[in-house]
């Protein structure tokens, strides 16, 4: 069965440090990536999509990139947080264009 | 514009009341509508697909059902356990993208 990773699950930083979340999917070859961004009393704002090693599209112009160094890992990064990057960030894959989206447990982000 | 908005933002029950959760969308071009469960802290578990009006998905005590303008997520005999944020979002037909609503956040009280 598949599964999806996600980590770290709680992380605070300064403001205009470094940012760099990882994710990786088990049990399944090629999936479409994504990264969206859920604050409170909003809907999940997707950020990234990948659907291949090398193809991201960013939906948001932000200070946050996306790579997909490998088949099934993906890396949201910023070179230096904002306080309004502070947030839940959820990964999630799925199989095709028509299939749903899994997610993992997302990443709860503080910037101070 | 598209656009997916859910109602009520909160509702609260008593075990056994069963209630109806709404789903209303503008989508071009509608290629499949979700629902999802959200407990705090945790993403979102995905629950059914829908992918044309009529159709209705059934899972223990939900049920899924889609128009070409709502869907409505039905909750029968909820228990303690079925408190949740019940998430919904649509997938426009030349994205791979899924648009989400706000969600609602369901209190089920014994």
Redesign the interface.
Known sequence: SQTIHQWPATLVQPVGSPLSLECTVEGTSNPNLYWYRQAAGRGLQLLFYSVGIGQISSEVPQNLSASRPQDRQFILSSKKLLLSDSGFYLCAWSVDHNSPLHFGNGTRLTVT | EDQ?TQSPEALRLQEGESSSLNCSYTVSGL??L?W?RQDP??????LF?LYSAGEEKEKERLKATLTKKESFLHITAPKPEDSATY?C?VRRGDT????????TRLQVFP
Do not use: N
């Open positions: 997916v290629r499949g979700f999802y802290g945790k993403g979102p578990e995905f697909t998430l979002a791979d993208k899924l648009i989400f609503g706000t969600g």
